[in-house]
């Protein structure tokens, strides 16, 4: 199995700053693509941005040239730097990783932490 621990959420004034962070854990073998996503009151969860596992980034329209993706795959964690934040980016923001286990070897798995809070004030 696979643990995801996500962290750095909070409450922050509009046109300010936080940096997500994401630790996988577990019987791992080897993690493929990482990202994170979203949920909104109301709103279906939605995919914030994605990166493979050789580094190449993708984001959905509504953050292009505000956020930014990253990972260090020696520490199997996932970073979201979020800036120029807008009240519109409140939610709970959850990582996900697909990644093979001693469990299931030859198999990859999507894995979700339990998310975190941003709140983001107008």
């Known amino acids: 199995q696979v643990q995801l621990v996500e962290s750095g959420g909070g409450l922050v004034q509009a046109g300010g700053s936080l940096r997500l962070s994401c630790v996988a854990s577990g019987s791992i073998v080897s993690i493929n693509d990482m990202s994170w996503h979203r949920q909104a009151p109301g709103k279906q969860r939605e995919l914030v941005a994605r990166?493979?596992?050789?580094?190449?980034?993708s984001y959905a329209e509504s953050v292009k040239g505000r956020f930014t993706i990253s990972r260090d795959n020696t520490k199997n964690t996932v970073y979201l730097q979020m800036n120029s934040l807008k009240p519109e980016d409140t939610a709970v923001y959850y990582c996900n990783a697909r990644a093979r286990t001693l469990a299931s070897v030859n198999t990859y798995y999507n894995y979700w932490g339990q998310g975190t809070q941003v709140t983001v004030s107008s």
């Open positions: 990166i493979t596992n050789g580094g190449t980034p």
